[in-house]
């Protein structure tokens, strides 16, 4: 069985994974319901691509706040973070949809839409090219293989995914109805 | 109220909460719970439906208070 599967690579192979590490590039956007109001005000909803650094020892997903923002995204909720300060602080979380893209051998290519909590961070003093860290708790629902003798890595679905934040792959990417009818 | 007060607010309460919604998602504002739900997605749903993104409300689980988490591994080596 053929599971859909993002595969990566970071220049120079192979230390580039060594030097800066797994970089997926993700398409964020507003949650399904926010969506749609917005192209039924504005005929468009906002997306941002940006890349985002896979990392296991990251319990949470965390994205630039301004990222977050720039979308239209308002906080739902607030939670403790301990960041360099090493002193507790409370984080705004705003409800997002992350979409990777996902290739299935031998079809069309999809995505993998996972509609969740994401922790909005401070931007760093010095910019990185990716604008968050993809944790744990996007990682609990696929298999994550880290190739470091020839610097790729994969994100594979599993097939027994059943959370309901997750939508398996459709083999196209996912494009609300209310887009097709109001996209100028 | 700020999102800050209204965090405050619910995390005083929650003690009083627990035995009634125990691990459901709830819509918490000013007023106290709006409705409550077996998961976020069908808590924000409803309460973007109800309130859009006025701020006037958060979308919490009620469970035990959240240990503060590193943001990332290297945190707890302040290596970060």
Known sequence: MAFARHSG????????????????EVKLRPP????????QHNGIFPEA????????????TVIEQVVLESLGLTPISMVPIVGVSQV???RPVYYAEIALGMGIPGKEVGEAVFEREVVGVESPRRPNEHKGLLGRDFLRFMDFHYHGNNGTFEIVSVQAVAASSVRKITGKPQIHPSQKKHRR | MSLVS???QFRLSLPSLQSQYEGKWVIFRESGIVG?????????????????????YIVEQIASPQEPTPITAGVLFGLC
């Open chain 1, 88 to 90: 507790p602080e409370d």
């Open chain 2, 36 to 56: 409550a739900f077996s998961t976020l997605k069908e808590a924000y749903e409803e309460a973007y439906r109800l309130f859009d993104n006025d701020s006037s």
């Open chain 1, 9 to 24: 690579r970071v220049e120079p192979v192979p230390m580039g994974l060594v030097h800066i590490g797994p970089v997926v």
């Open chain 2, 6 to 8: 209204l965090v405050a």
């Open chain 1, 49 to 60: 691509t940006i890349k985002l650094l896979v990392d296991t020892g990251a319990q949470r």
């Open chain 1, 32 to 39: 399904a319901v926010q969506r749609a109001s917005q192209v």
